[in-house]
Structure formats: structure tokens, C-alpha cells
């Protein structure tokens, strides 16, 4: 790889926000970077430690804050595009430096000297007059080394160093794996009669995808990284959907089976190195959870009435084709047409209503402004790290900037599957620096000239992600570190509750729009399509919480045995939990979860989302509640909850908010399970 004469990573960026100034960095330009970003950290490091002066607040935690600025730049670029806009030569990078970067996290954590100082430090945390986001900081990079092996002896951090390096290895391996897998597994059709059933506009783009791909003249469904792809609502010939079904379940368990069970097994073995006794017992300690009995209960009072919630809708959608059980490959076609028939509901008429741009402008942004404040204005100058990405400046009523939300909606094939928010610049006071945050969604781009227009659950997604860029656009906290640290059963959090709007009267009119006369959705359809929601929920439970308690079956096998065969493990895990139905897959199956093991931030966590969901329903009875104008109640919410980060105890900041801990009971009947 030729080297360039410059890098545009080795100082921040001088354009607004530190936006990094995609248009000069090339690939050749990221392992040079790398490079120097570890070897400027550990430099940094070292000279704190050799710092001859007793270890304080300022000269330890504060100075450890300070560093790593270079390597922070080239990472959140660098991961982004690899999850974005991949090419091969970044996919071979990503699997050289991942492992590296686990290395370079170990030589920190595992410093001798480092932990030495923080901890002299935090023994002398009651005498010292450390604020509330001091100390948050104190106490929480304390527990990251002790709970990153800081107290092992040298063999033991040896082994763990070992352990760390093969998991990250191994996680990559896992999303190449699957990247090429889904991309493998697309349905190629000679026909546009084959696609019967889909929306003129959903067949136009699978003849665009199939001409990105390489397929003039053909028409490719690609696959979502969930099981139960969307076509499968539309398709009218039971053959196409069955064939969809099985390549969207089948892909990846071949090359991945063996890696998910050789990570639990590594995980597990890590677990018991530093002292718990299953990689789930690990991770939630640190959660809000706390216990693996309290998911265990949790997750446990929800299986019964969900799949009996479940076995209603299949009756039900039985009764309707005049056949004694339901495949599969059926059950979202003929959920369609019960809501059709029941509820009068369409989905491919409410597609015309559900304009991306109308969404974008009149209903996400829009919801911002009403509840917020905020105001958005679209920067054309800014490059962003794809031409289909774009640039909004975020700004307070006042006109006060807040950040840049880079929105990049569109599918292609150089983007993984699914829909996230990440950051390109973390928000925090010492650094001085507000935040870049991004979305990223699947949806399939209309031929040039055409509108984009959206399924309902892809408006639903669009305004999940966009509360987890709210979170990143609110923070408000001194450290690096605490921008966005929190637990991982509390970080869906915002993001569902964000999900309100989409339905709330004011929003909802605003950007449900007709696409060409403009006229409104009824306010009889939109309260049918409410109706319509309920029927589905038992389906939509079941799924998802085959997919939590799948990994979590994976993650609580205390020494990783027994796992064997990844196919034969999963099945028996679906059946010990009550959840193996035979016409409802999980959300995710074990070849294509990527949330587990591909990086494994979701490892033993995917139950956060359910867990999540119990604060974010009782937050929604809290809106509707309340006698406050919404832009009021909006900025107790911001100021509580969405703000303080890593600074404060999520639940302690919710139980100020609520007046109370959080209840269950709005979330059960949210999905019909009370009772």
C-alpha cells in the first residue's frame, strides 16, 4: 500500500464540530494512524505513571482522560466505514487492527503502575471534594480495571491478555463471515411478475439493487439482518416466500456455528478468571440488572402469556386461510391480510403517506423541535463519509449549536445489515468538543426521481434511531469517557421512548402526508392502524424473546461445554424455554446475531432491549400523563435522563425523574400480556 505524503488524522480537524474531513482520507492513511494513536497513548500513559508526585484526582484520572485523542479520531472513522462503506482492503485492515486494539485495551487495563494510582486514588474517595462527575469518574474507571483483570496475578493476566486477542479475532471473523454470507444468500429473479404482491416501488428498487449488483435486467431481494424479512408481508406466491424464509434463516450457521461456540466457550472461560461464574453472570453485574436471577425472572414471567398471546394470533390467522396450522414463510402474509380484512389496514396503501423526506422533516425533526426545541438546517458544503450520507446542523431554539446528525438511510452493498447510531466526535467539556453523531438504516433507495416511501415499521425504526442520536446530541458531561456511559440494558432507553412520536397526534399529522396530493392520513386509518399493531404483538414478543434467551442459553452455560454442535444447541435452548414454535423463528438466529457475536457488545445484553422497554413504557404514561406542555415535560426528560451520560446511576436518575422505581405493568399491556 502506498504511503501518503500527509495525514489528515494526526491533528483534529479544523472543519465545524472536528467533522473529519472525510473528502482528503484515503485507506492508505488509517493504519499509519492506528499506529501512531496507540504508540502516542502509551506514551501518554507512561507518563503518568512516572509521574514521581503522589497520585491525585488531576495528575491520574484527569490526565488519563486526556489521552488517546489521536487513536479516538482514526477509530470512530475507521469502524464507521467498516460498518458503512467497506471495500475489501478495509475488511482486511479491520481484521488486522481489531485484535491489535484488544491488545492495546489489555496494556492499559492491565498496567501495573496505571491501576496503582487510580486505586490509591479511589482509597481516599470519601476524603476527597470531588464532585458528582469526579467521582462517577473515579469509581467507574476503577471497576473497569478491576473488572478488566487488574487484580489478577501475571499468569492469569497472561491467559486473559490471550483470551481477549482470539475474541476480538474471532468477532471480526464472525461479521466477515456473515457480511459475505447475507450478500451470498440474496434471492436473484429473472421476472418482476415473480415479485407479485410488492409495491410498484419496492419492485423498482429490487431492479435497481439487482443492476448495483451487478444483475442488469433482474430484480434482487437482498436480505435485512433479521429473520422474518419484510417481503415476506407482500409476496403473493407461498413458493418465493418460502424460499426467502429458509435463505434468510440458513445464512451464516455453516461458517459461524463454530465460532459462536468457540467464543462462549472462550467468554465462559473468561468469566471464570475473573471470578463469575458465566460470561452472563459477568456482564450483568455491571448492568442495571445487577443478577442473572433478576433477567432469569423477568424474561421467564413474559414466555407464557407471549406465546399464548402468540397461539391466539396463529388461530386466528388459520381460521383465515382455511388451513389447520401456519407455515412460517406465511404467517406475516396472512397477518397482513387479517389486518386488511379485520381493520381494514394495507400496508402498501399507507406507503404513499410515508414519504422519507416527510418523515425526515415534517415528523423526526419536526418531533425534536416540538418537544426539544431544536431546529435542523442541512449543510450541503459538509462531506460526509458516503454521497447518500447527509449533514444537519443541530441547534438550540436560541440558535445556540448543539452538534451535526449525519443521516446516511439507504442500503447498499457496501453497508452491513440493520439500523444503528454512532458517533463521529464524543461530546465532553474538558476536550471542549460537541458531538457528531450518525444514523444508519437499510432502506431500499428508489431509482433516481422516484420517492422513497416507507413502511410503517421502517418510519418506527427511523425514530428508534434517531433517539439513540438524541442521546448522543444531549450529552452534557465533563469526561470522554462518561459521553454516553451507560449500562447497556439502559442505552435502548431513549431510543424506544423516542418511538412515542411517531404516533403523537401533533407529529403524526404533520408528516403523513400523501407524497402527491398531499392530503392527510385519516384520523380513521391512523387509529386502525393502532388496532392493527395489537394483532401482531403476541408474534413480534415471541420472536424477540426467542432471540434474547437464545443468547442468553449461550452465555449462561458456566463452563461453555455442552454447547457442541451450534444448531442442535440453539434447538434445545428454544425448547428448554418454552419458545420453540414452529412458525415462529427468533429474531435472530445464531449464524446472523451479529448483536452477540459479532463484537459482542450485545453478548449476554440483547435481553437489555425488553429490559429497556419496562422504563420506556412507563416514561410514555408519563408524557401522556402529565398536564405540562410537552416541550416542558421534554426538558425534564432531556435534563435527567438523556444528558447526564456517565456522570450518575441511570436508575437513580430515573426513580428522580418518576417520583418512583420502574413498573412493569404499562409494558404488559403494551403487548397483551396481562392477564
Known amino acids: 500500500m502506498t504511503q501518503p505524503t500527509s495525514n489528515p488524522f494526526l491533528q483534529p480537524s479544523t472543519l465545524p464540530f472536528e467533522l473529519p474531513p472525510f473528502a482528503e482520507i484515503e485507506e492508505a492513511h488509517y493504519l499509519p494512524a492506528f499506529d501512531a494513536g496507540m504508540a502516542e497513548q502509551l506514551a501518554e500513559i507512561a507518563e503518568i505513571t ?53 491488545a492495546h485495551t489489555d496494556a492499559i487495563q492491565l498496567d501495573p503502575a496505571l491501576f496503582a494510582r487510580i486505586d490509591a486514588v479511589h482509597a481516599r474517595r470519601d476524603e476527597l471534594d470531588l464532585d458528582q462527575a469526579d467521582l462517577r469518574l473515579l469509581e467507574r474507571w476503577h471497576a473497569r480495571l478491576v473488572r478488566g483483570g487488574a487484580r489478577l496475578d501475571e499468569a492469569g493476566q497472561a491467559r486473559l491478555r490471550e483470551l481477549n486477542a482470539e475474541l476480538a479475532a474471532l468477532g471480526t471473523t464472525f461479521e466477515q463471515n456473515l457480511f459475505a454470507a447475507t450478500r451470498a444468500a440474496a434471492l436473484v429473479l429473472d421476472s ?61 450457521i455453516q461458517d459461524n456455528g463454530p ?87 394495507d400496508g402498501a396503501q399507507m406507503r404513499p403517506y410515508l414519504e422519507l423526506e416527510s418523515v425526515l422533516h415534517r415528523g423526526v425533526f419536526h418531533a425534536a423541535g416540538l418537544v426539544y426545541g431544536l ?22 431554539a436560541d440558535g445556540r449549536p448543539v452538534g451535526l446528525y449525519i443521516g446516511d438511510y439507504f442500503a447498499r452493498e457496501s453497508k452491513r445489515g440493520g439500523a444503528w447510531m454512532t458517533e463521529y466526535v464524543q461530546q465532553s467539556h474538558l476536550l471542549g468538543q460537541l458531538p457528531v453523531v450518525t444514523n444508519d438504516l437499510n432502506i431500499a433507495k428508489p431509482p433516481a426521481g422516484e420517492p422513497c416511501l416507507l413502511s410503517w415499521d421502517e418510519v418506527r425504526t427511523l425514530f428508534h ?85 437464545l443468547d442468553w442459553a449461550w452465555h449462561t452455560t458456566p463452563d461453555g461445554e455442552g454447547a457442541g454442535d451450534a444448531e442442535a444447541f440453539e434447538a434445545a435452548a428454544l425448547q428448554r424455554y418454552g419458545l420453540a414454535h414452529p412458525s415462529i423463528p427468533p429474531r435472530y438466529r445464531t449464524g446472523y446475531f451479529a448483536h452477540v457475536f459479532a463484537g459482542g457488545h ?35 426528560f432531556r435534563r435527567t435522563l438523556l444528558a447526564p451520560g456517565g456522570t450518575e446511576d441511570p436508575l437513580a436518575a430515573f426513580a428522580a425523574f418518576r417520583g418512583r422505581a420502574p413498573e412493569i405493568t404499562p409494558l404488559l399491556a403494551r403487548r397483551g400480556l396481562q392477564g
Open 259 to 345: 465460532l459462536a461456540v468457540q467464543m462462549a466457550q472462550l467468554r465462559a472461560e473468561r468469566a471464570r478468571l475473573l471470578g463469575f461464574p458465566s460470561h452472563a453472570a459477568y456482564e450483568v453485574a455491571d448492568q442495571t440488572a445487577g443478577t442473572t436471577d433478576a433477567v432469569d425472572s423477568m424474561l421467564g414471567r413474559l414466555v407464557g402469556p407471549a406465546v399464548a398471546n402468540a397461539d391466539r394470533e396463529g388461530a386466528a390467522l388459520a381460521e383465515t386461510a382455511g388451513v389447520p396450522g401456519v407455515e412460517a414463510s406465511d404467517w406475516q402474509y396472512l397477518s397482513e391480510q387479517v389486518r386488511k380484512e379485520r381493520y381494514d389496514v
Open 602 to 636: 450485545y453478548a449476554a445484553g440483547y435481553y437489555g432491549y425488553i429490559w429497556s422497554e419496562v422504563l420506556d413504557a412507563d416514561t410514555v404514561e408519563w408524557f401522556k400523563e402529565s398536564d405540562r406542555p410537552v416541550r416542558e415535560s421534554g426538558e425534564i
Open 50 to 102: 512516572a509521574n514521581p508526585e503522589a497520585a491525585t484526582f488531576e495528575n491520574t484520572l484527569v490526565a488519563l482522560e486526556r489521552t488517546g485523542q489521536l487513536l479516538r479520531r482514526v477509530s470512530l472513522v475507521f469502524f464507521n466505514k467498516v460498518s458503512s462503506d467497506s471495500t475489501p482492503v478495509l475488511r482486511e485492515l479491520d481484521a488486522e487492527i481489531t485484535p491489535r486494539l484488544a
Open 192 to 252: 418482476a411478475e415473480e415479485l407479485a404482491g410488492l409495491p410498484d416501488g419496492a419492485v423498482a428498487a429490487a431492479a435497481e439493487n439487482a443492476k448495483a449488483l451487478g444483475h442488469d435486467g433482474k430484480y434482487v431481494l437482498s436480505l435485512k439482518s433479521f429473520s422474518n424479512q419484510t417481503e415476506l408481508a407482500s409476496l403473493t406466491d407461498p413458493k418465493l416466500r418460502a424460499r426467502l424464509l429458509e435463505a434468510s434463516l440458513a445464512r451464516g
Open 375 to 396: 431546529t435542523f438546517h442541512e449543510r450541503p458544503e459538509l462531506v460526509a463519509h458516503h454521497p447518500d450520507a447527509r449533514v444537519f446542523e443541530v441547534r438550540e
Open 465 to 549: 434511531e434517531f433517539g439513540h442520536a438524541l442521546h448522543g446530541l444531549f450529552s452534557d458531561v465533563k469526561y470522554p469517557s462518561q459521553w454516553m456511559e451507560v449500562p447497556r440494558d439502559f442505552v435502548e432507553y431513549p431510543s424506544q421512548v423516542n418511538e412515542m412520536w411517531q404516533e403523537w397526534p401533533e407529529v403524526l399529522q404533520n408528516y403523513a402526508r400523501h407524497v402527491e396530493t398531499g392530503e392527510p392520513m385519516s384520523p380513521a386509518l391512523v387509529e386502525r392502524v393502532r388496532e392493527a399493531q395489537n394483532f401482531g404483538e403476541g408474534f413480534r414478543t415471541v420472536e424477540y424473546l426467542a432471540a434474547a434467551l
